[in-house]
């Protein structure tokens, strides 16, 4: 399609994701910055360097915005060729680096990403390429329908081998979605979930800290100084905030008695300072760039752009949902960051590349054109 025949990006779900990474810096820093004056003698330490990032990761979506969503049709299989390299290069002893007891990352010239996140994005990519140009083969439980199940179990079992189960768990579900999306019969989706409670278990009691992490879930007050502490403070934190919040950079747990508190628990932090309503405007962030993000898969022009759109959304949403239930204590702890707003780059830049396809797509829908 021409560029005559584009219409606008969709600016509500920008303004959603621009108006989230905006929280983010400022929370990053009112989280780190006690922590870093103390280990770095720099209370700027980590705002510097998510701001290096975040600049990277909004030229990268102003470039995928510019770039045809129908090239990635076309480029499909090499990106999800890379993208198992890397996870299997992540769990080689002299490449992959282990952070935290995980071997998850890789490092060039000084500085680490985690191919599991550039993963997420090139599943999303094949997916949606292989289901739309293959939609005759769908009725066919092998061709169509097994070989994307198989694809998206050996990915995520790459990624538990380093172990991350929040990332392979977020992995499947958006999997899960698109191939719902895509007219997966419902018979055939319920026997998947089916046989996945099982292996899912198995996953969790097979790690004794995966076994620790339950039980503190389900009563963190058993064991308030070890497995419970997280969650502990982390309610704390939440309890703390009332309906309009101690203040911003008021916070006490970030005073060294909340870990993870500029990734992971870094919501627990939000809601501390700016209280109910500072978290539900976040949440409604979020629903707001779900909203949009849906409705760009219904307007889209094709079966491709539509998945592809699905996946995106899917991809962020459900990384959201899982962290704030994570935090809130509505789910077991797994570590899994909160889109736009934790700190890292690994995640932030993959995720703004992600939204800057998906602003592509919008400008080829029919409201777009119409618009024009």
């Known amino acids: 399609m021409g560029k005559k025949n584009k219409g606008k990006p969709d600016y509500l779900l ?12 400022v929370m990053i820093y009112s989280a780190s910055s006690v922590a870093t004056l103390t280990d770095y003698n720099d209370p700027y330490y980590y705002l510097n360097r998510q701001g290096l990032w975040a600049g990277l990761g909004l030229f990268a979506m102003a470039i995928m915005s510019r770039i045809s969503y129908r090239q990635w049709n076309r480029w499909a299989l090499p990106v999800m060729g890379v ?35 550039f993963a997420k994005l090139a599943l999303i990519i094949f997916t949606a390429s292989g289901l739309s140009k293959n939609r005759h083969k769908l009725k066919n439980v092998i061709t169509g329908r097994l070989s994307y199940v198989i694809l998206a179990g050996g990915i995520c079992g790459l990624i538990l081998l380093q172990p991350d189960l929040g990332t392979a768990v977020a992995i499947g579900g958006t999997a899960f979605i698109m191939w719902f999306a895509a007219g997966f019969p419902i018979l055939y989706l319920g026997g998947l979930v089916f046989l996945s409670v099982p292996v899912l278990r198995h996953t969790i009691l097979m790690e004794e800290y995966r076994r620790n992490r339950l039980l503190s879930f ?5 064991d308030p100084l070890g497995d419970g502490y997280h969650i502990i403070q982390s309610l704390l934190a939440l309890g703390s905030g009332g309906l309009f ?14 870990p993870e508190r500029h990734t992971d628990f870094i919501f627990s932090i939000l809601g501390e300072e700016l209280g109910l309503l500072g978290a539900a405007g976040v949440i409604l962030l979020f629903l707001l760039f779900a909203f949009r993000g849906y409705r760009i898969a219904v307007m889209a022009p094709n079966m491709f752009s539509s998945l592809l759109a699905v996946g995106i959304t899917t991809m962020i949403c459900l990384q959201a949902g899982v962290n704030i239930g994570v935090v809130s204590g509505s789910i077991p702890i797994t570590g899994i960051t909160l889109p736009f707003i934790s700190y890292g780059g690994s995640s932030l830049i993959p995720a703004l590349a992600g939204v800057g396809i998906l602003l592509n797509i919008s400008q080829h829908t029919k409201a777009a054109e119409e618009n024009e």
């Open 83 to 117: 993208s198992i390299i890397l996870l299997l290069c992540v769990l080689h002893p002299s490449i992959g680096r282990v952070v935290n007891g995980a071997r998850r990352w890789i490092e060039i010239g000084g500085q680490r990403f985690q191919p599991s996140e």
């Open 245 to 258: 919040g101690v203040g911003l950079g008021n916070s006490r747990q970030k005073l060294f008695y909340l």
């Open 14 to 25: 920008l303004l959603s994701v621009l108006a989230l990474l905006g929280i983010g810096l």
């Open 218 to 222: 389900l009563d963190p007050w058993a």
